[in-house]
C-alpha cells in the first residue's frame, strides 16, 4: 500500500472514529512494511490535512455546488488531501497531487472521480486566486479559517492576548514541534546517552535548560530503539520536564502524583529521588511502572482520600485541561467546542483542593497544565488561595523561562514565545 492510500485510510478513521491522529497513524503503522519515505509522506499528509481541516474545505467549498457538509466521507477526504499537496508541499508536482488523488477516487467511489479531477484542475488553473482567504473586516472568521480554529477560541485568544500575539501564537502552532528525550539518570549520564544516539545515527543535541533533557532529529520507530527498550530515555517535552524539575523533590521523601498518566513526570520525580523514598503514581488508567521507589495505584483524584491527609512532602497535580498549550502535537484540539472545557475549571479546583490536603506542614504542591488559558491556570490558583491561606506561592528558581513570573511563583509557557510546549506550572508551600 502507498503512503497517500496509507494517509486516506487514516484520515477516514480519524473523521469516523473521532481518533487523535497520533494514536490513529501509531495504529495503522503497527504491521505495516513500508519504507520510511512512505511513512513520512503518509504522515505529513495526515497531519496537513487535520491541521488545516477548515481552510481547506473552505477552499473545496469556493469550487464544489456540494458543500463539504453534503459531501461523502471518502470524497470529503480525498478532497482535502488533494489540495492540502498542491497548497502545502512543495515537493510535490501539481500533476502528481491531482493524479494519485484521482486514481485513488477511481478506487474508492468510481462515481466522483471527473468531480475531484474537475476541482483540483480548476484550483491549480487559477491558485493564487482560489487559495486566499478573502474574508474581510472580520478578523475572527478570517484567522479561524486561514489556520482552522474554531472561533470562539480565536477571539478567546484576541481577547486575552491581543491580536498580534494571537497571530504569532498560533503561526508557531503550524510549526513542527521537536523531539525531546528525558535521560534516564539512573542508568547513563547525559553526554554518555548523546554519543551512544550518535552511534546509531540520530542527531542529538543538550538542551539548556533542563540538565537531562536532550533534543533529537530524525528518532524512527521509536518502540523498537534499542537504547529505549533498555530504558535509558523516555520521550517527553521540555515544559512537561519542568514540572517535576520544579517541584524539585529531595532523596528519602514521600511523593504523590495524583494525575499520573502516562507516568512521565512520576518517572522524573523518581529519578530525581535517586529512586530512595516513595512516590505514588496515582490515576483512573491501570499502567505499570518499572522503578523500585513507585507504587502505583488507581484512584481518582477528584474523591478525597482520607488515608493520605498530611502524608506526603511533595504532591504533584498535573490536571486535565483543554490541551490548548500542544496544538502542535494534537492538532484536532483547535476543533474543540467551548461547551467540551467549560467545566473544566471546576474539576481543577476540585483536584488542587483534594491535593492540597495531603500535603505536610513545610511541604510543596504543584499545580500544572498543558493550557494557556488563565481560566484554567492562574484564576484556579487565586481562587484556591483565596480560600486556602495555609498555602502561599514561592518563587520558583529551579528553571529560567519566565522571567517576568517566576519570582511570583508560576510560569506562563507559550509556543511562539519559549519554543517549547505551551504550558503552567505554579509552585505553592504549606506554611501551616
Known amino acids: 500500500m502507498k503512503a497517500r492510500e496509507i494517509a486516506f485510510k487514516i484520515l477516514c ?32 499528509i495526515v497531519y496537513g490535512v487535520v491541521e488545516n481541516k477548515y481552510y481547506l474545505d473552505y477552499v473545496i467549498n469556493k469550487l464544489s455546488k456540494i458543500k463539504t457538509q453534503k459531501l461523502s466521507i471518502c470524497v470529503k477526504i480525498l478532497l482535502r488531501m488533494g489540495i492540502y499537496q498542491i497548497a502545502f508541499l512543495n515537493s510535490i508536482s501539481d500533476y502528481a497531487a491531482v493524479n494519485e488523488t484521482v486514481n485513488l477516487v477511481k478506487k474508492y467511489d468510481k462515481r466522483s472521480s471527473g468531480f475531484v479531477n474537475a476541482i483540483l484542475r480548476n484550483i491549480i ?17 478570517y484567522l479561524s479559517t486561514k489556520y482552522s480554529y474554531s472561533p470562539w477560541m480565536i477571539k478567546n485568544f484576541i481577547n486575552s492576548f491581543g491580536k498580534d500575539f494571537t497571530e504569532d501564537l498560533i503561526e508557531a502552532n503550524n510549526e513542527k514541534p521537536s523531539i525531546y528525550l528525558r535521560t534516564n539518570t539512573l542508568k547513563i549520564s ?5 554519543e551512544k544516539l550518535k552511534e ?6 543538550k538542551v539548556s ?8 532529529e530524525n528518532l524512527k520507530d521509536i518502540e523498537n530503539n534499542e537504547l529505549f527498550k533498555e530504558g535509558l530515555f523516555t520521550i517527553q517535552d521540555i515544559s512537561s520536564m519542568m514540572a517535576s524539575k520544579v517541584l524539585n523533590p529531595k532523596e528519602n521523601s514521600n511523593a504523590l502524583d495524583v494525575c ?15 529512586n530512595t523514598g516513595k512516590v505514588i503514581s496515582r490515576d483512573v488508567f491501570e499502567h505499570k511502572l518499572k522503578l523500585i521507589n513507585v507504587e502505583v495505584e488507581n484512584f481518582d483524584a477528584s474523591i478525597l482520600d482520607e488515608n493520605s491527609i498530611n502524608k506526603f512532602d511533595y504532591v504533584l497535580a498535573d490536571v486535565p485541561c483543554s490541551g490548548l498549550g500542544i496544538i502542535r502535537r494534537k492538532p484536532e484540539i483547535k476543533y474543540k467546542s467551548k461547551a467540551e472545557i467549560k467545566d473544566l475549571p471546576v474539576l481543577q479546583r476540585k483536584i488542587l483542593e483534594n491535593a492540597s490536603k495531603y500535603v505536610k506542614v513545610g511541604g510543596s504542591l ?23 491561606d495555609n498555602f502561599e506561592l514561592v518563587p520558583i528558581d529551579e528553571v529560567n523561562v519566565d522571567l517576568d513570573n517566576q519570582e511570583k511563583g508560576y510560569l506562563k509557557i507559550y509556543p511562539n514565545i519559549h519554543g517549547m510546549d505551551g504550558f503552567f506550572i505554579a509552585k505553592l508551600k504549606r506554611v501551616r
Open 13 to 44: 478513521d480519524i473523521e469516523e472514529n473521532n481518533n487523535y491522529s497520533n494514536i490513529a497513524i501509531n495504529k495503522h503503522f503497527k504491521n505495516l512494511k513500508i519504507s520510511n519515505q512512505d511513512r513520512g509522506l503518509a504522515t505529513e
Open 125 to 141: 488553473r487559477n491558485k493564487d486566486e482560489i487559495l486566499n482567504v478573502d474574508i474581510e473586516n472580520d478578523d475572527i472568521m
Open 190 to 194: 547525559r553526554d554518555e546517552l548523546i
Open 200 to 205: 546509531n545515527g540520530l542527531k542529538a543535541y
Open 209 to 216: 535548560i533542563i540538565d537531562e533533557a536532550i533534543r533529537v
Open 260 to 274: 499520573s498518566a502516562p507516568g512521565g513526570k512520576t518517572t522524573h520525580i523518581a529519578t530525581l529521588m535517586n
Open 366 to 388: 504543584l499545580y500544572s497544565t498543558c493550557t494557556i488559558l488563565d481560566s484554567e491556570n492562574i484564576e484556579v490558583i487565586n481562587n484556591f488561595l483565596k480560600e486556602n
